[in-house]
């Protein structure tokens, strides 16, 4: 039932007709006492409207810098960062971004925070209709019952579906997320990969996500860019050809999943232990 | 009774000065005793007209407020405290704000803020009567700048310690200039805005009385001034009396506001 086939290497850098954000040559260089740290090689990358796409590679290949780049965060040291065909040269509105240190507002009670965005005049909404905008996020990601602690008084994991709720209230037409679930216990983490991908299948965002957890990104993406330890390159680019909507409680029993996962790891193994002792 | 240590091996005399009523009535009895050789030892009755005594000072108090004396200088001592004091916390809060969201800005001015910072204000004091004569202007004036500078330096550092995620995750969210200092400069520079206020109130009181004793014709410092200048020690001393018991309450409201403030 559930095809996929074999991975399948992109020759980087191919136009893609409908590609949302296209990184064309981009390179990023630190420059930290005195020392040049180069988090990332020339990457050529297209990633296509309403695509849900994994970044996986060891600690430290450019993962997160590749986000802070379509977000208009940083800027790369070259090379372009295209996003419907227009230069990202600021601060990105059209994307919404999941850091992985939440920024939660440490004043604002949960119910609040999660507000945030409906206050703004940029995505203004009348009060009633934001509260309950807002109700319905917070059962989506099952913090009832915690609308007025504030982010201090919240776990780690209850921290982090907090600022993913306060992303995904404005339903931005991209999201950005760096590995959102680290820090949720293993039931936790397989509801809000369903609810995710529901919101954005529904939605139709494009997703760029980065995260450690392979298995997570298998059940969740259309493609899988394996990137090699730093300075980060792309090593191989995999297409996950399993059926949508996925089951993400069973996916992961499904033999074309665990195949995929052997791929994906003979192509990591040996960059992960050489990027842990960076 | 709620601190007294467990009896163990003090004596009980030990124990009664560790309890809060031994505390409180140990202190009564000091200041008794300093009060009854001040008014009647041999030494202070032949140099009373230095050290006046402590009779003839409640006398002066009394008469003070009896005539109403007393009030017309300690209204206008607070109001010259009060005026100064709200002016310099908004100027400092409004410029700190803004200079914190201006860095650039903030990097050309911060050299002449600090210099101005470490200039001690009381030297203005003089300037400012020329310019604005010897009433509460000149010295509203002095304590606003005495105030701003102490709220606009901790104003900056609150700003500058704001995470700047959290700002950058606004932007992305569309937040507007004044939306991001609305939302979060003030907000998460408020318990710096709050710490250099606090330390800005004695401040403002010693500035306001410093602003007296220079040139005046009212207010608590004036009447320091005016006894002193005419030998009227009694008088000095009592001024310094209700100083004394200003500075006291003014601590007491303090830590009790503290003591009020939400912390998260």
Known sequence: ???MTLARIETPGIAVANAKIRLLGIEKTFHVRGQHIEALYPT????????????????????????NLIAGLMRPTAGRVLYDGQEVTGPNRRVGYITQKDTLLPWRTTKD???????LKSHAMPRSEANDCVKQMIELVGLKGFENHTPAELSGGMRKRAAMARTLIYEPETLLM???????????????????????QHRRMSVVFVTHDLGEAITLS?????????????????????????????VRF??????????????????????TDV | MADAPPAGDQTSSERFFTTPTGRIGSRLVLIAIILMVWEFAPVARAT?????????????????????????HLQSTLIVMAEGYAIGCIAGIGTGLLLGFLPRLSRVLSPLLAGFYALPKIALAPLFVILLGVDNSSKIALVAVTVFFLVLTNTIDGVREVDRNMISALVLMGATRTEIIRKVLL????????TGMRISVRYAFTTTLLAELIAANRGLGFLIELNSGNFNTTGAYAAIVVVVICSVLLTELLSRLEGRMSHW
């Open chain 1, 222 to 250: 259309d493609r899988i860019v394996v990137l090699s330890a730093r300075p980060g390159r792309i090593r191989a680019i995999h297409d996950v050809r399993l059926e949508r909507p996925r089951d993400v409680f069973k």
């Open chain 1, 113 to 119: 925070n999660i507000r945030i965005a409906l206050e």
């Open chain 1, 254 to 275: 499904t033999s074309a999943f665990s195949e995929q996962h052997e791929r994906l790891w003979d192509e990591l193994k040996d960059d992960i232990v050489k990027g």
């Open chain 1, 44 to 67: 050529d990358l297209d990633i296509r409207r309403h695509e849900f796409i994994a970044l996986v590679g060891p600690s430290g290949c450019g993962k997160s810098t590749i986000l």
């Open chain 1, 178 to 200: 760096d590995e959102p679930f680290g820090a949720l216990d293993s039931q936790l983490k397989l509801l809000m990969l369903d609810e995710l991908q529901s919101l954005t």
């Open chain 2, 48 to 72: 009373r007209f230095w050290m006046s005594s402590p009779s003839m000072i409640l006398g002066t108090l009394w008469q003070w407020i009896v005539d109403g004396t007393l009030w017309g």
């Open chain 1, 1 to 3: 039932m559930n095809e």
């Open chain 2, 187 to 194: 907000w998460a520079a408020l318990p710096w805005i709050f």
